[in-house]
């Protein structure tokens, strides 16, 4: 049986691995999330570690470098979702892009959909072009809850896709 004070001990001389990791994947971990989901794989590795099977360092690098590999391709597909829906957005039919929106009567009807930060979401993502980072900045909150503002925006327009 594992007990936290093991895990403690093991966190104290791993620690250094799970940045190490992050580093030679050339990982940029402003949130902390990749240093999160080594933690976790650490932890993991911790519970799940069969002696019989080889090495504890193995398995735990093994863990650590597929967990933030994984974590890796999970980012990169929510980018590509959420980059395939804004050009959807700015492309689809009865959308005018100049210096401004034109159709203000497509935007009040969003707008009616959405939660008042979920709207916030898409002024800034879409209609302003704004970073996560600049949004979050401008609204003065983290840059996870701009994110949870855009998961939440965009799924709620998929459901209502065939209102608006």
């Given at each position: 049986?594992?007990?936290e004070q093991?895990f403690e001990?093991?966190?104290?001389?791993?620690e250094?691995?799970?940045?190490?990791?992050i580093?030679?994947?050339?990982?940029i971990?402003?949130?902390?999330?990749?240093y999160?989901?080594g933690l976790f794989?650490?932890w993991?590795a911790?519970?799940?570690?069969?002696p019989?099977?080889?090495?504890?360092?193995t398995?735990?690098h093994?863990?650590?470098?597929?967990?933030?590999?994984?974590?890796?391709?999970?980012?990169?597909?929510?980018?590509?979702?959420e980059?395939?829906?804004?050009?959807?957005?700015i492309?689809?039919?009865?959308?005018i892009?100049?210096?401004e929106?034109?159709?203000?009567?497509?935007?009040?009807?969003?707008?009616?959909?959405l939660?008042?930060?979920?709207?916030k979401w898409?002024?800034?993502?879409?209609?302003?072009?704004?970073?996560?980072?600049e949004?979050a900045?401008?609204?003065?909150?983290?840059?996870?809850?701009?994110?949870?503002?855009?998961?939440?925006?965009?799924?709620k327009?998929?459901?209502?896709r065939h209102l608006l």
């Open positions: 049986m594992h007990t093991d001990q093991i966190l104290a001389e791993w250094r691995s799970i940045y190490y990791h580093r030679k994947l050339h990982i971990d402003a949130e902390g999330d990749f999160a989901e794989a650490l993991q911790h519970r799940t570690y069969n019989e099977a080889g090495e504890f360092s398995y735990a093994w863990k650590i470098r597929n967990a933030l590999i994984d974590q890796i391709r999970r980012e990169n597909t929510r980018q590509d979702r980059n395939c829906f804004v050009e959807e957005i492309h689809g039919e009865g959308f892009w100049e210096d929106l034109v159709d203000t009567y497509l935007w009040e009807q969003v707008k009616k959909l939660t008042a930060n979920q709207w898409v002024c800034h993502r879409i209609i302003h072009s704004r970073s996560v980072a949004t900045r401008m609204e003065g909150v983290t840059q996870d809850a701009v994110k949870n503002w855009g998961r939440h925006a965009r799924n327009l998929k459901h209502y």
